[in-house]
């Protein structure tokens, strides 16, 4: 095996990336001090480079770097360009809302977008990696800067305390993933995904005769339930997005969960699909229902607006796992279904948080995060109540959103794939999640103050306008002209299926 | 090659056992720099059991993914340090119950 | 049973020898105490009490030991092969390096390094 430059160069957006956090490094050790504004800017330069190279080379076909064939480490396919896509804009879109933020909360550092940075780099080694070792390496990568992110508001005991219990948590699922890695390697003797699913499409007994293997996938899987935040694997979720910065919160709801899923559907269609009647699909399937359940029923009690929407992004995780669950059961359209929800998903939670963080006061606190105090200020800043209404929609699910269509694909995939009641269960979920959406609309348009006490007031910056901007803009795109991003995905998820074998 | 005399199940029990111990712990124990030792356990019962299968399969990449595993580690617990002193700094303790600013 | 049986008398063997050294200083070494010998030795930092406050940078300093200690074992089995990886292997390590020594330049330039 050698390294050719021509390797290294399909590489280019990952090198982009990579440059961009080491100089934004140096850039706050060496550079006037007194001049904050550009760290956001250097970051969002290198975004933007790094989604252009992503993108020109989309049609470009499949290459394998550093290893023979498919069993390669990195294997850079529609799919993993356009999950990279997804991942990029979601890290764009979270820098831009960050720098008024970050500013109020005193940690407008060269560290916090070099964090973002490099665990974009982590996620895009996530859905780029051919073996669970590489896998592995990206996920630390993420996490490790996201725990980081997650403290960053020194001083705040609420940031903290958030940072220790997300760390904790995942630390913890790092052990039981990182186990069943090995316990596949043993059994089958390669991390790849591909001998995975040479060695369990063998026989039909391969499983069955290898309690090492079994133990191992259903470890693996017990690890990305814990990074989805999926029940009964979440108790960390709520407090680490009501204690983390605002904008971190949002990144971490997608980017996290989506290089998480991304990953864990190329597991599925490469490797697990292979199986027929496996014994980790009704745990898939079990695992989907209650955290649909558990998710929205949380959010219905929350007064915290910051943890109900912590809540619906667990039950988000339990509706991209019932594409999960089809693409499991070898459903071809389950995929493409999984790939456009998240790429939804990741521009309404973004948008949401994004409004969050510009009314959020410079003081902060749980008081100010009550749904009361955001009483009326869809009249008092118009343009963001109507993006709030606009990512509401989305998120419960409506049209004429993203929201919709990415719902309207995962469940029509389950019903092909003969999970009509994992559909059901969706579609109750979905409606018992209307109430509280619209329960935040109902306080942003009312008329009197119910309660006097802190209100939020408005962070202006051109930056995170542009964000929230951008967000909207791209659910409604997702939600008017759906085919585009459908055909680009599909073609991703099929460029899986065809380089297995 | 030297024929191990220890059977290779052997090392895999030790490695599960380990896991277990450190999984356990990390439910059953309060203080944060405890639970963090236990988690540790777990990597490096994953890890053992990692040298074990190589040896078994005579592949050298099992060796290197420790490695690998080692320094991330590593980070890891530079991390993870570095938010418990800041824990404590403010509330002047580590365990996990007392944390409670956050309910709902 | 055979290969444990030899890492039994690796133990044994081991034990012996630390008891015996231990067992023989105290009893032939001479003896002299007084209140500065008493005092528990480390080296560098003045010895403290426990109950003090040690400075933060302390911790700071040991938690980047860690990491750039750990780095180094990368370097055995790259050095091992040196020869049979060619320039490729001496361009990885190169921007391997690079990257660690821009982490040292940003620590330092932090002050992470300074102990006052």
């Known amino acids: 095996m050698s390294i050719t430059l021509a390797d290294l160069a399909q590489l280019l957006p990952v090198w982009i990336l990579v440059a961009t956090g080491l100089l934004l490094l140096m850039y706050e050790v060496f550079a006037n001090q007194a001049d904050r504004s550009h760290y956001a800017n250097i970051s969002v330069v290198g975004f933007v480079l790094a989604l252009?190279?992503?993108?020109?080379?989309?049609?470009?076909?499949?290459?394998?770097?550093?290893?023979?064939?498919?069993?390669?480490?990195?294997?850079?396919?529609?799919?993993?360009?356009?999950?990279?896509?997804?991942?990029?804009?979601?890290?764009?879109?979270?820098?831009?809302?960050?720098?008024?933020?970050?500013?109020?909360?005193?940690?407008?550092?060269?560290?916090?977008?070099?964090?973002?940075?490099?665990?974009?780099?982590?996620?895009?080694?996530?859905?780029?990696?051919?073996?669970?070792?590489?896998?592995?390496?990206?996920?630390?990568?993420?996490?490790?800067?996201?725990?980081?992110?997650?403290?960053?508001?020194?001083?705040?005991?609420?940031?903290?305390?958030?940072?220790?219990?997300?760390?904790?948590?995942?630390?913890?699922?790092?052990?039981?993933?990182?186990?069943?890695?090995?316990?596949?390697?043993?059994?089958?003797?390669?991390?790849?995904?591909?001998?995975?699913?040479?060695?369990?499409?063998?026989?039909?007994?391969?499983?069955?005769?290898?309690?090492?293997?079994?133990?191992?996938?259903?470890?693996?899987?017990?690890?990305?339930?814990?990074?989805?935040?999926?029940?009964?694997?979440?108790?960390?979720?709520?407090?680490?997005?009501?204690?983390?910065?605002?904008?971190?919160?949002?990144?971490?709801?997608?980017?996290?969960?989506?290089?998480?899923?991304?990953?864990?559907?190329?597991?599925?269609?490469?490797?697990?699909?292979?199986?027929?009647?496996?014994?980790?699909?009704?745990?898939?399937?079990?695992?989907?229902?209650?955290?649909?359940?558990?998710?929205?029923?949380?959010?219905?009690?929350?007064?915290?607006?910051?943890?109900?929407?912590?809540?619906?992004?667990?039950?988000?995780?339990?509706?991209?796992?019932?594409?999960?669950?089809?693409?499991?059961?070898?459903?071809?359209?389950a995929g493409n279904a999984v790939l456009?929800?998240?790429?939804?998903?990741?521009?309404?939670?973004?948008?949401?948080?994004?409004?969050?963080?510009?009314?959020?006061?410079?003081?902060?606190?749980?008081?100010?995060?009550?749904?009361?105090?955001?009483?009326?200020?869809?009249?008092?800043?118009?343009?963001?109540?109507?993006?709030?209404?606009?990512?509401?929609?989305?998120?419960?699910?409506?049209?004429?959103?993203?929201?919709?269509?990415?719902?309207?694909?995962?469940?029509?995939?389950?019903?092909?794939?003969?999970?009509?009641?994992?559909?059901?269960?969706?579609?109750?979920?979905?409606?018992?999640?209307?109430?509280?959406?619209?329960?935040?609309?109902?306080?942003?348009?009312?008329?009197?103050?119910?309660?006097?006490?802190?209100?939020?007031?408005?962070?202006?910056?051109?930056?995170?306008?542009?964000g929230v901007a951008l967000s909207a803009a791209l659910i409604l795109i997702l939600g008017v002209f759906p085919s585009q991003w459908v055909q680009v995905s599909a073609k991703a998820v099929a460029s899986i299926a065809a380089a297995t074998f | 090659m030297i024929t191990p005399t220890i059977p290779i199940e052997h090392y895999l029990y030790l490695s599960i056992l380990l896991f277990s111990i450190g999984a356990i712990g990390v439910l059953l124990r309060r203080n944060a720099i405890v639970v963090f030792m236990c988690i540790e356990l777990m990597l490096n019962a994953a890890n053992l059991a990692l040298v074990t299968f190589a040896r078994y399969h005579g592949d050298a990449a099992g060796h290197i993914y420790v490695l690998l595993v080692m320094a991330v580690a590593a980070a890891e617990v530079a991390v993870g340090l570095a938010i418990m002193i800041q824990v404590f700094r403010l509330r002047r303790t580590v365990d996990v119950d007392e944390l409670r600013e956050m309910r709902g | 049973m055979g290969s444990y049986g030899t890492l039994l008398v690796l133990f044994v063997l081991a034990g012996g020898i630390a008891l015996v050294m231990f067992t023989l200083t105290h009893f032939l070494g001479p003896k002299a105490p007084n209140p500065t010998k008493d005092m528990p030795f480390e080296c560098g930092n003045i010895t403290k009490r426990f109950d003090q406050r040690v400075s933060v940078k302390f911790y700071i300093v040991a938690l980047l030991f860690i990491l750039f200690d750990m780095e180094t074992v990368y370097l055995y089995p790259w050095a091992v092969v040196y020869r049979d990886l060619g320039w490729m292997g001496f361009w990885s390590m190169v921007s391997f390096v690079s990257i660690l020594v821009l982490g040292l330049v940003y620590v330092w330039k932090k002050g992470a390094l300074d102990w006052e």
């Open chain 1, 340 to 466: 456009f929800y998240l790429t939804g998903y990741t521009f309404m939670t973004l948008g949401a948080f994004g409004v969050l963080a510009f009314l959020e006061r410079k003081e902060g606190g749980p008081e100010s995060e009550r749904f009361g105090a955001y009483a009326g200020v869809g009249f008092k800043h118009p343009a963001m109540g109507a993006a709030m209404v606009l990512f509401m929609i989305a998120l419960a699910g409506m049209p004429p959103t993203g929201g919709f269509f990415g719902k309207l694909y995962l469940f029509s995939a389950a019903i092909r794939a003969n999970e009509l009641p994992l559909a059901l269960v969706g579609i109750a979920g979905s409606l018992v999640s209307v109430y509280y959406y619209l329960r935040v609309l109902v306080h942003f348009y009312m008329r009197e103050v119910p309660e006097p006490g802190p209100t939020p007031t408005a962070t202006r910056s051109t930056q995170l306008s542009l």
């Open chain 1, 52 to 333: 252009w190279a992503t993108y020109s080379s989309l049609g470009s076909g499949t290459a394998y770097l550093f290893g023979q064939g498919a069993t390669a480490p990195l294997i850079l396919d529609g799919f993993a360009r356009a999950g990279s896509l997804l991942l990029l804009s979601g890290g764009l879109i979270a820098t831009l809302l960050s720098p008024a933020y970050a500013k109020n909360a005193g940690h407008d550092t060269g560290e916090y977008y070099a964090l973002i940075v490099f665990a974009v780099v982590g996620m895009m080694v996530m859905v780029m990696a051919g073996d669970l070792m590489t896998f592995f390496l990206g996920l630390e990568t993420m996490s490790i800067a996201v725990y980081a992110l997650t403290g960053l508001r020194a001083g705040d005991a609420r940031s903290i305390e958030a940072a220790l219990k997300y760390f904790l948590m995942g630390a913890f699922a790092t052990g039981f993933l990182l186990f069943g890695i090995a316990m596949v390697y043993g059994a089958t003797g390669s991390v790849a995904l591909v001998d995975l699913a040479r060695f369990l499409s063998a026989s039909d007994s391969a499983l069955s005769a290898n309690p090492i293997l079994l133990l191992g996938v259903v470890l693996i899987l017990i690890g990305f339930a814990f990074k989805v935040a999926a029940v009964p694997f979440h108790m960390w979720a709520p407090d680490v997005y009501e204690g983390a910065p605002t904008p971190v919160a949002g990144f971490m709801a997608v980017g996290v969960k989506a290089a998480a899923f991304l990953a864990l559907l190329r597991l599925v269609m490469v490797a697990l699909g292979s199986v027929e009647a496996a014994p980790w699909l009704p745990m898939l399937r079990w695992v989907s229902i209650l955290t649909i359940l558990g998710g929205n029923l949380m959010a219905l009690s929350q007064s915290n607006v910051k943890r109900m929407l912590a809540y619906s992004s667990v039950s988000h995780a339990g509706y991209a796992m019932i594409g999960i669950v089809a693409a499991a059961k070898g459903e071809t359209t």
